[in-house]
């Protein structure tokens, strides 16, 4: 609609200009294009004042300003929030979209750190000596729950012996998930149990990864271990596609919904240094801030 009133305007003005300013603006224009009746685009029917410079570059202009508002409407309705069926031709799009104009920033996925851990005593796979570190868990604000973690790339013994400490320490908490990086270990490991009564439906998660997220979301309170006695209304997805590998290195892909698919997020965030209250709005973030706050001053009194 611009585009076309600043030509009906740059059409007055150049009728204006050729001193037409007293007669009707359809007679101007109707003698002007008369006088123009060997210009080189008239064997198309193009009127001489579509052909100006002006309108010339206020057409590429407009072309321009399109393409550039096509990113942020391809990072809303082309992002990771989209439905499952979509996200097959998503690729196809976005590559053909990063030929054209380059890489779209914001990767969701946040930067993996190098492979660190609390404890000073660590093995060659990363994990800490268990027959000296003393495990435990460990509350908000401390600074491994908020650090990415690196990629298990050790599948021996060590790992499984890992892995059991990890799933003995969550059921002896009464969650129903626990992160390695709750435990001051920042390695890509992690535990869920949507029935906590029953060990054996608890399931390891290594180098686990998001392959899809469902368009429909809902809030739900979650718990956390780490932020103990508060209950944080979250949104999530309530159905996602997940690939991880087991202890031996073997990957395997699940479909998780409702509890499990929270629960995945959840442990899953742990492993980007994320937590929960990260994910909720800023008013619902100042009604916590007094728990938070309680937990900073336990953790300062205690280092």
């Given at each position: 609609?611009?585009?076309?009133?600043?030509?009906?305007?740059?059409?007055?003005?150049?009728?204006?200009?050729?001193?037409?300013?007293?007669?009707?603006?359809?007679?101007?224009?109707?003698?002007?294009?008369?006088?123009?009746?060997?210009?080189?685009f008239s064997?198309?029917?193009?009127?001489?004042?579509?052909?100006?410079?002006?309108?010339?570059?206020?057409?590429?202009?407009?072309?321009?300003?399109?393409?550039?508002?096509?990113?942020?409407?391809?990072?809303?309705?082309g992002?990771?929030?989209?439905?499952?069926?979509?996200?097959?031709?998503?690729?196809?799009?976005?590559?053909?979209?990063?030929?054209l104009?380059?890489?779209?920033?914001?990767?969701?996925?946040?930067?993996r750190a190098?492979?660190?851990?609390?404890?000073?005593?660590?093995?060659?796979?990363?994990?800490?000596?268990?027959?000296?570190?003393?495990?435990?868990?460990?509350?908000?604000?401390?600074?491994?729950?908020?650090?990415?973690?690196?990629?298990?790339?050790?599948?021996?013994?060590?790992?499984?012996?890992?892995?059991?400490t990890?799933?003995?320490?969550?059921?002896?908490?009464?969650?129903?998930?626990?992160?390695?990086?709750?435990?001051?270990?920042?390695?890509?490991?992690?535990?869920?149990?949507?029935?906590?009564?029953?060990?054996?439906?608890?399931?390891?998660?290594?180098?686990?990864?998001?392959?899809e997220?469902?368009?429909?979301?809902?809030?739900?309170?979650?718990?956390?271990?780490?932020?103990?006695?508060?209950?944080?209304?979250?949104?999530?997805?309530?159905?996602?596609r997940?690939?991880?590998?087991?202890?031996?290195?073997?990957?395997?892909?699940?479909?998780?919904?409702?509890?499990?698919?929270?629960?995945?997020?959840?442990?899953?965030?742990?492993?980007?240094?994320?937590?929960?209250?990260?994910?909720?709005?800023?008013?619902?973030?100042?009604?916590?801030e007094?728990?938070?706050?309680?937990?900073?001053?336990e953790?300062?009194?205690?280092?």
């Open positions: 609609a611009a585009c076309f009133a600043s030509v009906g305007s740059i059409s007055a003005w150049q009728v204006q200009a050729d001193g037409d300013m007293a007669r009707p603006i359809g007679v101007a224009l109707k003698g002007r294009l008369k006088r123009h009746t060997r210009h080189h064997v198309i029917g193009c009127p001489h004042v579509l052909c100006s410079p002006h309108v010339l570059l206020l057409l590429a202009v407009s072309t321009l300003v399109m393409l550039v508002a096509a990113g942020p409407v391809w990072s809303i309705f992002g990771a929030q989209s439905a499952l069926p979509f996200s097959q031709h998503r690729g196809i799009l976005q590559r053909g979209w990063e030929k104009v380059g890489k779209i920033p914001g990767d969701p996925r946040p930067q190098p492979r660190q851990t609390v404890f000073p005593t660590i093995s060659a796979g990363g994990f800490p000596d268990l027959d000296s570190a003393n495990l435990q868990l460990l509350h908000y604000p401390h600074p491994a729950l908020m650090q990415p973690c690196a990629d298990v790339d050790s599948f021996d013994g060590t790992l499984r012996k890992f892995a059991e990890l799933r003995r320490m969550m059921y002896a908490s009464g969650g129903r998930g626990l992160s390695a990086p709750q435990v001051g270990v920042n390695l890509r490991i992690m535990i869920c149990n949507p029935k906590p009564s029953t060990p054996e439906f608890g399931t390891i998660f290594v180098n686990p990864r998001i392959l997220e469902g368009s429909f979301e809902d809030v739900q309170h979650e718990k956390c271990a780490s932020f103990p006695e508060m209950r944080v209304p979250v949104k999530r997805p309530v159905r996602v997940v690939q991880a590998a087991d202890c031996d290195g073997k990957l395997f892909t699940r479909i998780l919904e409702g509890v499990e698919a929270r629960l995945f997020q959840h442990e899953y965030d742990h492993l980007n240094g994320i937590v929960h209250v990260d994910r909720v709005p800023d008013s619902v973030r100042e009604r916590l007094p728990d938070l706050g309680n937990l900073v001053e953790y300062l009194r205690d280092r």
